[in-house]
């Protein structure tokens, strides 16, 4: 079964540079998308693509089969779950296989 | 902005009811999706909808149906709740287009007793 991988947990202290890692077994997947989720909160996209790049404070890495998502200056309020997903086709459609999620706990 | 509405934020329904779980989107995308979401195990795809009237399963479909008779609207049906339904459902919305950027509502939250 296609699967995409991500720690559980990360922690940093407040103002540095935090890297959340992803990895996927999916053949056909070509897209990366992240996203973020606070409780209660609709979860909203961060960042995407096939490529390297950068939405205010995040940053995407991008292999083959691998991401990164980068947090510049981590603050308390950045505390949520991040999700790495990828694109597949699958016949007439297209859908996002998402991974289990990596709870960020920002240290003052 | 894209707007993804659910019916509930919060439901609590018996063992053997059947529940319905209304999902609105306003920005006429053509797909639509329902996730449950449960601790260690993040987000997974139970149905899908690419048009009106079609449906897709997605990873785990047992025990669930869906309807999409209009284009805004995407529902997720219980036929008979069970507890190890309990969980936090989150609907989410899309276009066709290559980015395929998915738009997700704020999620209801279900208890089955």
């Known amino acids: 079964k296609d699967q995409v991988f991500q720690p559980s947990t990360v922690a940093s202290s407040e103002g540095a540079v935090v890297e959340i890692f992803c990895n996927h077994s999916v053949s056909n997947a070509y897209n990366f998308f992240w996203y973020l989720h606070f409780p209660g909160c609709a979860p909203r996209l961060l960042v995407k693509?096939?490529?390297?790049?950068q939405q205010g404070r995040y940053n995407m890495t991008y292999e083959r089969f691998s991401s990164s998502l980068l947090i510049l200056q981590v603050r308390e309020a950045d505390a949520a779950v991040y999700y790495c997903a990828c694109l597949i086709s699958s016949g007439s459609a297209r859908q996002l296989t998402f991974g289990s999620g990596t709870q960020l706990t920002v240290l003052p | 902005d894209v707007k993804v509405t659910q019916s509930s934020r919060y439901l609590v329904k018996r063992t053997g009811e059947k529940v319905f779980l209304e999902c609105v989107q306003d920005m006429d995308h053509e797909n639509m999706f329902w996730y449950r979401q449960d601790p260690g195990l993040g987000l997974r795809l139970i149905y899908f909808s690419y048009d009106v009237k079609m449906k897709e399963k997605g990873d785990i479909p047992e025990g669930y149906s869906v309807s999409r008779e209009k284009k805004e609207r995407f529902s997720l049906i219980l036929e008979s709740a069970s507890t190890n339904q309990t969980s936090m459902y989150l609907c989410?919305?899309?276009?066709?287009?290559?980015?395929?950027?998915?738009?997700f509502g704020p999620g209801t939250r279900l208890t089955v007793l």
């Open positions: 693509g096939s490529k390297p790049s």
């Open positions: 989410a919305s899309s276009t066709s287009s290559s980015t395929d950027t998915q738009y």
